[in-house]
């Protein structure tokens, strides 16, 4: 079954310090993306990083890097030098392909962040 | 440039009544997709639409209908409301089908009571 899979319902940082954020998925396809959103209290859902399956070096995006661990199946974010602005659910997604070859996202439940002054 | 724009931002119906919720994508963009959020199920993909087709459907009954006209523009209805669709309904837009990256809008919550 193609799954996503976020274990930390609830996470606290300090300011400034670095955090990360699991991520595990299950997929039999060799194909796939994976992603990370923010999603902050005004509820609009924010694009940060995106990982290829086929993608050898873990991608980053300013503060964001995500930890690519294709053997372990593991997509973790880490953010560096937490900010107050930080403090939102983040959104662990894999996209695939369905039996028609049209794209899917499949998401996990979240991680609600506080970044704490 | 102007970002993925849904209206309404907030509804309240009751049992049994339909509703329609727009969204307009990003200039340019000319995938639209809508996904469904509750805190219990997270995100669920509700379908997609490109070049005024719908091109993918996710699992939810056929009370759940969209479309897609020539400027982009999305809509999606629901039909005979049940308590169980209240949900927060998020548009992403993305510039094709194969475009990677989704920008979405802040959604509409629906409340049905």
């Known amino acids: 079954a193609q799954k996503i899979t976020q274990t930390q319902p609830g996470m606290f940082v300090q300011e400034k310090e670095a955090v990360t954020l699991d991520c595990t998925y299950d997929?039999?396809?060799?194909?796939?993306?994976l992603f990370w959103y923010k999603q902050p209290s005004s509820g609009e859902m924010i694009f940060l990083i995106y990982q290829g399956s086929y993608d050898e070096q873990n991608a980053t995006e300013g503060r964001y890097s995500l930890n690519f661990q294709k053997a372990r199946k593991s997509a973790n974010l880490v953010i560096s030098a937490s900010q107050l602005g930080d403090s939102a659910m983040y959104f662990c997604a894999m996209r695939v392909f369905n039996a028609g070859n049209n794209r899917k996202l499949i998401w996990g439940l979240g991680t609600s962040l506080a970044v704490n002054p | 440039k102007a970002g993925v724009t849904q209206t309404p931002r907030y509804l309240i119906k009751t049992r049994g009544q339909q509703v329609t919720l727009s969204c307009s994508p990003i200039?340019?963009?000319?995938?639209v997709s809508w996904y469904q959020q509750t805190p219990g199920q997270g995100l669920q993909f509700l379908f997609e639409y490109f070049s005024e087709t719908q091109r993918n459907k996710g699992n939810f009954p056929g009370r759940f209908s969209g479309r897609q006209f020539s400027n982009s523009r999305s809509e999606m209805n629901v039909s005979t409301l049940e308590l169980g669709d209240s949900a927060l309904y998020l548009c992403?837009?993305?510039?094709?089908?194969?475009?990677?990256?989704?920008?979405f809008g802040s959604g509409t919550q629906l409340s049905v009571l």
């Open positions: 997929t039999s396809d060799q194909s796939y993306g």
């Open positions: 200039s340019g963009h000319r995938s």
């Open positions: 992403a837009s993305s510039l094709s089908r194969g475009d990677e990256k989704l920008f």
